[in-house]
């Protein structure tokens, strides 16, 4: 039984786990999920991946949305700046995914840091609507830029390689995708307990006192969308690596929705709520495609109904946790770990 | 050479006139106190020296160097730190993480490092902890060290600004109000603490304060405004027999 805990040095103190056993039992999560995929149906392997993936894209978003405050609705225009620079560099230029995805992601960040000048002037909806002019021009410019993009038919990308190894098939792919997500989400949870993470935290509660405590808001306002959108860009070339063709239409405004959906349901400025909410939206439209699926011998007209249940689904979701649990499903989970903590003297 | 020089400041509100042509000084070392009726311009004041405010008209130097059009986040980096008349802590965050950003101007981490943690971030991130706990024992917040801010009662929140000021190493200390809504033993504590940081770090604090008691007890020199002008100025002897100040404070109703 745990019941309370105590300390001995500032060390232990600062770790990143309260006492060993999450330390155990996330161990033997990762070690269970690098097993899963020797087990798993090649659907289940794609929707895995798809995961991850947005997994990453809802921690990009939520450092600069949740963390720092700035709202983005530019998170599908990152996924394209990723995707095809990962298209760019892997098919036309051949480069092995070692140098395309960390390549795509600081190309991202630069785009980033483009779209996120108005932020120092504009806050809450009027920097989304600034970001969301973002979102269309890079619209504009994947679709109308053909010799680069592929324009409207999109651009086909060969499979990830690196000195001879090839992941042609989902199952490689995860042993790519899996190792980069849980390595950024161990970057980022560290990240926001060191300097740079903090000034980000800062700058969201109170920017006045922020300025007058010595942080730059200037620059570290700039500095988050840079992060967040490096982030976002790896996802987008990871997206690219495993959708194998990618067009403009991959990456609508109603994506950039989604994944703001995401870090809302999960928890704002939370990375277990990231993680929560990407898995949530993800799963979402699955799970409804396979009731669906389900009843489709006796209402065959319910096939026609999968998109528009899962646009209705996911906005009384949002609702619903918008009003009854405002810090998402992170903080619900909170909430349930510390009942357990002091089991059974809850109270 | 004084630590903080500030001459002919002027600063305008659409018509209303916050500051008139102030000039004073504060030497090292000194506990400052700044005092006047409501309205003065001590805040006012405050604001120009720490750059929250730009006055219309004059300047400011500190420790020799002009900093009038420097950012507030820049001369936080050349050692001037403050505390608000109406409390701005982070609300949402715990105390220890309210002073630890106190320490942002001395740490060194970046993205990556930060990112990677172990190694140099992370030996970074246990010294300034350590000068942080060095802190929450000085002003004794031992027992709220992980309580969220705004959990805290006022007198409480007080004190954790104080020591989130304290956190950055000011050579200059800005002080506005601190002991302002405060018990008669909260007072106390607070006085206390104030002549300690003064006396044992030998920081030099500008004070703005409506207890008299006080001011007259702990400060070294003492500034008087009065709509926005400098009306006395020198030991807090000199300036309590100073007829113009006697006026000042007569004229209205003690604050
Ligand atoms: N941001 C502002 N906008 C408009 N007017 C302001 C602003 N800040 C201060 N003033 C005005 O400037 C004058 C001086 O205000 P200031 O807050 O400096 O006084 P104070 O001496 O700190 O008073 P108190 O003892 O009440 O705190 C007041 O008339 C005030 O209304
Ligand atoms: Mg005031």
């Known amino acids: 039984m745990r019941c309370g805990d105590f300390r001995e040095s500032y060390a232990e103190d600062m770790s990143l786990f309260e006492s060993p056993l999450p330390r155990v039992l996330l161990s033997g999560l990762l070690l269970f999920l690098l097993v899963l995929p020797q087990f798993a149906t090649t659907y289940w392997l794609d929707v895995l991946n798809r995961i991850c993936i947005a997994i990453i894209g809802a921690v990009g978003l939520n450092v600069v949305t949740g963390y720092t405050g700035l709202i983005s609705l530019g998170t599908a225009a990152f996924l394209a700046v990723g995707g095809f620079a990962t298209a760019a560099m892997a098919g036309k230029a051949g480069l092995p995914f070692v140098i395309v995805i960390p390549l795509s992601g600081l190309l991202t960040a630069m785009v980033g840091l483009v779209f996120g000048i108005p932020s120092l002037r504009l806050k809450g909806l009027y920097l989304a609507v600034a970001t969301l002019a973002a979102h269309y021009i890079v619209e504009f410019t994947a679709t109308h830029w053909d010799s680069m993009t592929g324009g409207v038919n999109g651009i086909s990308i060969p499979p990830a390689q690196f000195a001879g190894l090839v992941l042609s098939d989902d199952r490689k792919m995860f042993y790519l995708i899996f190792p980069v997500t849980v390595g950024l989400l161990f970057f980022t949870k560290n990240l926001f ?18 300025e007058v405590m010595g942080v730059n808001v200037f620059r570290y306002k700039l500095l988050s969308f ?71 011998n006796q209402w065959p007209a319910l096939m026609q109904l999968v998109a528009p249940l899962k646009a209705g689904v996911f906005g009384l979701v949002v609702i619903l946790f918008l009003i009854f649990e405002p810090d998402g499903m992170a903080a619900r989970w909170n909430h349930i770990k510390a009942y357990w903590k002091l089991y059974p003297f809850s109270y | 050479m004084p630590l903080l020089r500030v001459n002919n400041l002027i600063l305008h509100f659409r018509g209303v006139t916050a500051l008139s042509d102030v000039s004073f000084e504060v030497r090292r070392g000194s506990l400052h106190a700044v005092i006047g009726p409501n309205g003065a311009g001590k805040t006012s004041l405050l604001n120009c020296i720490s750059g929250v405010y730009r006055p219309q008209r004059g300047s400011v130097h500190f420790d020799g160097a002009d900093v009038t059009k420097l950012s507030p986040a820049h001369r936080t980096k050349m050692g001037v730190a403050r505390t608000f008349q109406n409390i701005a802590l982070f609300r949402g965050m715990t105390v220890l993480d309210n002073l630890l950003i106190g320490r942002h101007v001395h740490q060194h981490e970046g993205v990556l490092s930060g990112g990677i943690y172990y190694g140099k971030a992370r030996a970074e991130e246990i010294a300034h902890r350590e000068v942080v706990e060095d802190i929450i024992d000085f002003l004794e917040i031992q027992h709220i060290r992980k309580k969220v801010v705004g959990t805290l009662a006022y007198g409480l929140q007080k004190r954790v600004e104080l020591a989130r000021a304290l956190a950055l190493e000011p050579r200059l200390l ?58 006395a100025d020198g030991t807090p002897e000199e300036v309590q027999g100073d007829p113009a100040v006697q006026e000042a404070y007569l004229g209205q109703v003690q604050g």
């Open chain 1, 226 to 296: 840079a992060v967040s959108s490096f982030i976002v860009g790896v996802a987008g070339s990871l997206l690219a690596y495993q959708a194998r063709i990618i067009s403009p239409e991959n990456f609508p405004i109603t994506l950039a929705i989604d994944y703001l959906g995401m870090v809302i349901i999960g928890g704002l400025g939370s990375i277990l709520g990231s993680i929560f909410g990407a898995i949530f939206i993800t799963l979402l439209p699955e799970m409804l495609r396979l009731g669906t699926d389900a009843l489709s």
């Open chain 2, 174 to 231: 800005l002080l506005d109000e601190p002991m302002a809504g405060m018990n008669a033993e909260e007072k106390e504590d607070m006085a206390r603490f104030i002549l300690d940081i003064n006396e044992d770090r030998g920081t030099t604090m500008i004070m703005i304060e409506h207890d008299m008691g006080v001011v007259m007890d702990v400060s070294h020199r003492v500034t008087v405004l009065s709509f926005g002008e400098k009306i």
């Open chain 1, 193 to 210: 307990r060191t300097k740079v993470g903090k000034a980000f935290v800062a700058i969201r509660d109170q920017d006045i006192s922020a």
